[in-house]
């Protein structure tokens, strides 16, 4: 499985961006999609999770201002960022999940970066 994040940039404190994460190759048995985030000198934080069967669960940080969803059709999934925050600057990282021994697989990260 390969993923391949975009929609990163730098935008003001209170603006909104939405990143994309495409997933290719044997995406048949993925149970999860989710997105992390590693900030400078941080460890790197789950942000959000989407299931296969659609639940969806976020960090307390983020909840209300981002929204995890799928289209299925493309095997994409998207984290829209809402009431952007400086402290939500970090590279973003795209996860997936296979049901079969819960082997997870990464994007490439793209940078996200919120100026005060």
């Known amino acids: 499985v390969q993923l391949v994040e975009s929609g990163g940039g730098l935008v003001q404190a209170g603006g909104s961006l939405r990143l994309s994460c495409a997933a290719s190759?044997?995406?048949?048995?993925?149970?999860?999609r989710s997105w992390y985030r590693q900030a400078p000198g941080k460890q790197r934080d789950l942000v959000a999770t989407i299931t296969s069967g659609g639940s969806t669960n976020y960090a307390t940080s983020v909840k209300g201002r981002f929204t995890i969803s799928r289209d299925n059709a493309k095997n994409t999934v998207y984290l829209q960022m809402s009431s952007l925050k400086p402290e939500d600057t970090a590279v973003y990282y795209c996860?997936?999940?296979?049901?079969?021994?819960?082997?997870?697989?990464w994007g490439q990260g793209t940078q996200v970066t919120v100026s005060s």
């Open positions: 996860s997936a999940v296979a049901a079969i021994a819960d082997r997870s697989y």
């Open positions: 190759g044997d995406t048949f048995g993925i149970k999860s």
